[in-house]
């Protein structure tokens, strides 16, 4: 690799470095928006489903598993909520591949870096 090859490799990785780091950022900040989001509606949901009588004015739902199960298919039945959840697993899955490509860009840099102090040992003679 010549000398000019290395410098414009290396150059620019500290930018596309910053520029992935940006990306995670922004895609956590989106996340727990919508995290967020779909939390509030599940303690709400809760809320209702523990406080949901029947016409004799019983508990419908009398029992932890009865309540999450029912918290379960009212989520899968309610659009905006399962936009949402998909919204929330496609953030998650461009933050893990941004995290791949993060590490990767780094490790290049890393080994750039490797490169860069052999050849000036090189060049000095050392």
Known sequence: MKHQD???KIVP???????VEEL??????????VEKH???WENNE????????DK???????N?????????????????IVELSTKAEGLSSSIKTNEIQFKF?????????????????DIDGI
């Open 6 to 8: 290395l410098i414009d």
């Open 13 to 19: 990785l500290p930018l596309e470095l910053k520029k």
């Open 24 to 33: 995670i950022f922004e895609d956590n900040l989106r996340l727990l928006a």
């Open 38 to 40: 779909i939390s509030f």
């Open 46 to 53: 809760m809320r209702k489903i523990t406080d949901e009588v």
């Open 56 to 62: 004799d004015n019983k508990f419908i739902y009398t």
């Open 64 to 80: 932890d598993l009865k309540r999450k199960s029912e918290l379960e298919n009212r989520k899968r039945n309610d659009a905006a």
């Open 105 to 121: 860009l780094d490790r290049e840099l890393k080994v750039l870096h490797s490169i860069v102090k052999l050849v000036a040992r």
